[in-house]
């Protein structure tokens, strides 16, 4: 089968690889469609301490069951729609409601959508990959896990309907919390960045928008400020645009040996709650299978365009370059 493989930073080449051998619980799906993810991004620009390399990559998907192995819940050619990653339910974090910290989940996660094949382990077949209803799109079915992330990341928020949120960064993530706070109903959600189509997108979905500018009067006074760029001078920033009481949530993880500083009186004797969530556990992965299941949640701006798997390394050097937000491999 062809797989993209991620060789190093900046470097994606396209190969043959043997078709995986479904062992007991395991699925094999054809891919029908692959996103792409700001964290695919992140490891073509820099590297990431999950993605190891040189290495299949690819996490968000949907597909078509090619083959299972014994005891696996699903039928060949069933349609399906899943993550990457199923907590083991038994572990300390597990059993405390923290699934998304589970000790295995990351060790036992499955990269490796951008290809024509992938194999979904038994572990994650059983907990976290679905039927895909026939009137959902794979490529709407393949925003399962990132929608999860982010319905991970609202869960822990308690959100009032008067409340004014800010959302920094028009990428796949920011643009994506754009469309679940408007699904939500919650009173105002103003988008900060420097990308104007991203930004253009995220007005779309119903966003006032505002060019990221630090010093900026019209990036003051939030409730609940969302980072979503996994820079560190935003993380950094990201405490300025939030009012007395209020909450920051840094979203997106930054280089690996990075710190952080902050406005310790700003913190304490204004009372800011710091959050920075990650991943995700079976719950929000549930929440996000029904969002997407409904019209009324909007969605289709975030895709920027179909490719076909030859087009790979093109396809990241548009990501590189700002252009585009999600394309869609079918490969
Ligand atoms: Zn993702
Ligand atoms: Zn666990």
Redesign the pocket.
């Known amino acids: 089968m062809r797989a993209l493989i991620l060789e190093q930073p900046g470097s994606v080449r396209l190969q043959e690889t043997a078709v995986p051998e479904p062992g007991p619980g395991d699925v094999l799906l054809r891919v029908r469609a692959a996103t792409t993810c700001g964290t695919d991004l992140k490891a073509y620009l820099r590297g990431h301490p999950q993605i190891p390399m040189p290495g299949t990559f690819g996490h968000e998907y949907s597909g078509e069951v090619a083959a299972v192995g014994a005891g696996a819940p699903f039928r060949e050619g069933d349609a399906v729609m899943g993550v990457h990653s199923a907590?083991?339910?038994?572990?300390r974090?597990?059993l405390r409601g923290q699934?998304n910290l589970?000790?295995?989940?990351m060790a036992t996660k499955v990269l490796g959508s951008y290809a024509e094949y992938l194999l979904v382990p038994a572990r994650i077949a059983k907990l976290h990959l679905f039927h895909k209803p026939s009137g959902l799109s794979f490529e709407r079915a393949a925003l399962l896990e990132p929608l999860a992330c982010v319905l991970q990341g609202l869960s822990l928020l308690r959100l009032r309907p008067e409340d004014r949120v800010l959302v920094i960064g028009p990428g796949a993530i920011g643009l994506l919390f754009v469309a679940a706070l408007r699904y939500t109903g919650v009173g105002e959600v103003t988008l900060a960045g420097r990308n104007e189509n991203r930004l253009a997108v995220g007005q779309q979905l119903g966003a006032k928008i505002e060019a990221f500018d630090p010093k900026s009067p019209a990036l003051r006074g939030f409730d609940y400020v969302i980072e979503c760029t996994g820079a560190v001078e935003v993380w950094e920033r990201s405490l300025d645009f939030v009012v007395r009481g209020g909450t920051v949530v840094l979203f997106g993880g930054c280089r690996v040996g990075t710190t952080a500083c902050f406005d310790t009186r700003r913190v304490h004797y204004d009372q800011i709650t710091i959050l920075s969530p990650f991943h995700f556990g079976t719950e929000a992965v549930l929440r996000a299978r029904d969002w997407l299941l409904d019209p009324r949640f909007e969605v289709g701006p975030l895709i920027s365009g179909k490719r076909s798997l030859d087009e790979g390394a093109q396809v990241f050097e548009d990501l590189r370059t700002g252009q585009g937000i999600k394309f869609v491999f079918e490969p």
């Open positions: 907590p083991c339910k038994t572990c974090w597990c699934e589970c000790e295995t989940i």
